[in-house]
């Protein structure tokens, strides 16, 4: 099992930058996939970018080339650095962690950070 904490969510204005960590707890992300999500107020909790354990990424649309999904070399932070952001970009930022367990999938959530992007 891992506890995950973001951090780094704020209020940034268009065409600025911000960057997200996500730090898990216990073993760290080793052997998880993780990815980054979001959801503005009334909209559906929708995958940003993501990382496989083998550290394939993958980016939704709407953020390719501006968005870098990351890990350290601890393999317990994982980080989203967020440029050139727009308004669309505002929205909670949840940080997931995933793993198959005997053919079983366990996903792993953080309580979320809050980006705000306004001038």
């Known amino acids: 099992q891992v506890q995950l904490v973001e951090s780094g969510g704020g209020f940034v204005q268009p065409g600025g930058s911000l960057r997200l960590s996500c730090i898990a707890s216990?073993?760290?992300?080793?052997?998880?996939?993780v990815a980054w999500y979001r959801q503005a107020p009334a909209k559906q909790r929708n995958v940003v970018a993501s990382?496989?354990?083998?550290?394939?990424?993958f980016y939704a649309n709407p953020v390719k080339g501006r968005f870098t999904i990351s890990m350290n070399n601890a393999r317990d932070t994982v980080f989203l650095e967020m440029k050139s952001v727009t308004p669309e970009d505002s929205a909670v930022y949840y940080c997931?962690?995933?793993?198959?367990?005997?053919?079983?999938?366990?996903?792993?959530w953080g309580q979320g950070t809050q980006v705000t992007v306004s001038s």
């Open positions: 216990g073993s760290g992300f080793s052997g998880y996939n």
């Open positions: 997931q962690a995933s793993n198959v367990v005997y053919l079983t999938k366990r996903e792993y």
């Open positions: 990382m496989t354990s083998g550290g394939t990424t």
